[in-house]
């Protein structure tokens, strides 16, 4: 896992992300538990790569994942998750951030583009992230949600016997 050239420390993250501005080239982020990586999330995270040049994914470490899903979460743990993005041509690059929200990964990477998927609005995007956002220029993008595509609804399918 250390040697996986997409999962880039958050300092990494942020040198790449100067390099690409340098170039002109705009960086999408967006954040994300992606506990099962499932169709709708490559749905989404392909259609959010298309707002811009390069898609950066700010993935919940396992601690943060628990506090935000709760102590059965994440079925599996960050390195999984991470490769599993990272196998994504689509993807360019993965942090792990450890707090409970993304201010400061915002804050340090100035993304040209925010992405979320469409359960989330600008009334309910969390205030630190939005003022973060706001102050870096970033331009926020809610993308809708592909229908029968849920971890919660698959996991719970797996609880009771049943097929993903």
């Known amino acids: 896992m250390a040697g ?3 999962l880039l420390t958050l300092d990494a993250a942020i040198a790449r992300r100067r390099r690409l501005a340098a170039a002109g080239r705009r960086v999408v982020l967006t954040n994300g538990v992606f506990d099962l990586l499932h169709p709708g999330h490559r749905h989404y995270l392909q259609r959010a790569r298309r707002l811009g040049d390069a898609l950066f994914v700010a993935l919940n470490s396992n601690a943060s994942t628990r506090r935000l899903k709760g102590p ?3 079925v ?4 999984e ?3 599993a993005l990272g196998a994504l041509p689509y993807v360019d690059a993965v942090v792990i951030f450890r707090g409970k929200r993304l201010d400061r990964e915002i804050r ?3 993304p040209d583009v925010y ?3 469409g359960d989330y609005t600008l009334a309910t995007l969390d205030p630190a ?3 973060a956002l706001e102050a870096a220029g970033a331009k926020i993008r809610f993308m809708p949600f592909l229908p029968g595509h849920s971890t919660t609804q698959k996991i719970a399918a797996l609880k009771a016997g049943g097929r993903l």
């Open 129 to 131: 992230e939005r003022a």
């Open 81 to 83: 998750r991470a490769r």
């Open 76 to 79: 599996q743990g960050q390195g």
């Open 115 to 117: 992405c979320k998927a």
């Open 108 to 110: 340090a990477l100035r």
């Open 72 to 74: 059965t979460r994440p």
């Open 4 to 6: 996986h050239r997409k």
